[in-house]
């Protein structure tokens, strides 16, 4: 009875899915709850909920010569032409004020069939539906579970068992009277926030952390059973790591299923646990570690340091170490991706005359020549001064100085004479202007 059963609620579902296909943007949510005279058992009955979701693909019918604006047997190159006129009058930045991006994707998808011959082919021959929602789903299209029907595989054995459990039946959930079997699980990734200077970030380095995570058991070897300890089949749940829940409804008996309690889901009894780690076959360890900065790396930056997150149980790898960069800032250079910027002072005089003044850049101290004339706020560029590019350290940013003239307060009687003979000097050659007019 139980397996006329699992084969009449299965046959249901599949004609579902099959009506499911005339309403592309419908979804059904079928929950399956326990009866009031459901066969008690000393566990929870677990309730089971179910969905599935239709892509919203756009209809069959979509022309898209027309959306093109082109003939049915417009050549590659007037197709070509077409799309990169609209593309450019429907381009989401060249219509800040209208919403325009459905109708760009529209055209992207048009032109993205047309320009290619195999899917213009076959759309000159089946319509859209011949050719998916894009070029990727055209090995699919036209199955109800690939890129032509839903918007995301269905797996017919997790449906299957959302009904009647992992042991439903051969074929779905795996062997018939076991529980599905599954690879090791991996540990936890960890976070760790680094702080770094300026110079570090720039050009790369080796910092040491110190972190806490989990690492398989020496003792025991992840499994969590004390050495030489017997390991038996749990006698609870007959070693499928799950119990069973029958419920009566008026279609039939309905059966669920939920993680044993006794055996903690593993299906074997053990008759002594680690005591090293308390049976988890884990335990936490504080370990430090290298971690290599590499060049041009800025704030907020991640790095991440394979295996060093928190082991897996029962012997699964271990998750990863995220490291989350924090560049301190720097009293003389701010940074801009590979761009360096610094502020200079140079006096009036060298600003007015023009002189070679030294000045700092990330790697040491360079000469720079300011030309006569320099006004203030003046920006000089040194080529190849900068950071270095990310991923390639030897191309490197430029490094920009900002000039700041500085204009005295305090002029001695003697200072101030000579400046007024300046003054006086270019007014009278017709080239002061009214203020202090040295510039």
Do not use: W
Not at 300 to 311: P, S, T
């Amino acid at each position: 009875m139980s397996r006329f059963i699992k084969g009449a609620a299965l046959s249901l579902l599949l004609a579902n899915v099959s009506a499911f296909t005339s309403s592309p943007a419908s979804h059904v949510s079928s929950t399956f709850t326990s009866s009031s005279n459901a066969v008690k058992t000393p566990f929870t009955t677990k309730q089971s909920s179910t969905q599935l979701f239709m892509s919203t693909r756009s209809s069959g019918n979509t022309d898209f010569y027309q959306i093109l604006g082109v003939s049915r047997d417009a050549s590659a190159k007037e197709i070509k032409s077409a799309y990169r006129k609209l593309a450019k009058q429907y381009h989401p930045d060249a219509n800040p004020d209208t919403d325009t991006t459905e109708k760009f994707q529209e055209i992207n998808r048009a032109y993205e069939v047309l320009n290619n011959p195999d899917l213009k082919k076959k759309y000159d021959m089946y319509g859209a539906a011949g050719v998916g929602t894009s070029a990727a789903s055209d090995q699919t299209a036209g199955s109800p579970f690939g890129g032509g029907g839903f918007g995301q595989e269905v797996d017919l054995g997790d449906i299957f068992d959302s009904f009647f459990g992992g042991g439903g039946g051969a074929g779905f959930g795996g062997p018939r009277g076991g529980p599905r079997s599954r690879g090791p699980v991996a540990g936890d990734d960890l976070r760790f926030d680094l702080e770094v200077d300026f110079k570090t970030a720039v050009f790369g380095g080796e910092e040491k952390v110190r972190i806490r995570h989990l690492e398989t058991c020496d003792t025991c070897g992840g499994d969590g059973v004390k050495p030489g300890s017997k390991v038996s089949t749990c006698g609870v749940c007959n070693g499928m790591g799950v119990t069973m829940q029958v419920t009566r409804t008026p279609l039939g008996n309905f059966q669920t299923q939920q993680t044993c309690s006794a055996c903690r889901g593993t299906g074997q009894k053990v008759e002594e646990y680690c005591g090293s780690c308390s049976g988890q076959g884990l335990k936490s360890k504080t370990k430090q570690i290298k971690v290599t900065i590499p060049a041009g790396v800025e704030d907020g930056n991640k790095l991440r340091v394979r295996g060093e997150g928190d082991a897996g149980p029962k012997g699964g790898p271990a998750g990863d170490l995220y490291i989350f960069l924090r560049v301190k800032p720097d009293e003389k250079f701010r940074r801009e991706g590979p761009e360096i910027y610094s502020d200079e002072n140079v006096s009036y005089l060298d600003a007015i005359l023009g002189a070679d003044i030294k000045t700092p850049v990330v790697d040491g101290e360079v000469t720079i020549k300011v030309p006569p004339g320099t006004q203030p706020g003046q920006v000089m560029r040194l080529r190849g001064n900068g950071a270095p590019n990310l991923g390639n350290a030897d191309v490197r940013g430029d490094h920009y100085v900002t000039m700041n003239v500085e204009i005295p307060k305090d002029l001695s009687k003697e200072e101030r004479e000579l400046v007024e003979k300046l003054k006086e000097l270019r007014e009278k050659n017709g080239k002061g202007k009214k203020g202090f007019g040295l510039f």
